[in-house]
C-alpha cells in the first residue's frame, strides 16, 4: 500500500481481487519495523551494499 493510502481501499481492493482476508489491521509501523527495514533481519550478514546503494 502506497504512503498516506486508506486502509478501506486497500481492503476493497483485496475482496474484488478475491483475496482471503482474514484478519486486517491499521496501524503505524513501530521503530522495529524501521530498523528491519533499513538494516536487514539477519544481524549477520553484512549490510555494506545496503550503505553503497543509498548513496547513489
Do not use: W
Not at 483475496?19 to 496501524?27: A, E, I, N, P
Not at 527495514?37 to 550503505?51: E, K
Amino acid at each position: 500500500m502506497a504512503a498516506g493510502g486508506a486502509g478501506q481501499e486497500a481492503l476493497k481492493a483485496a475482496f474484488v481481487q478475491g483475496l482471503d482476508v482474514r484478519t486486517f489491521q491499521m496501524r503505524e509501523p513501530s521503530l522495529h519495523d524501521a530498523f528491519i527495514g533499513l538494516t536487514g533481519a539477519d544481524p549477520d550478514q553484512d549490510q555494506g551494499h545496503r550503505t553503497e546503494e543509498a548513496a547513489r
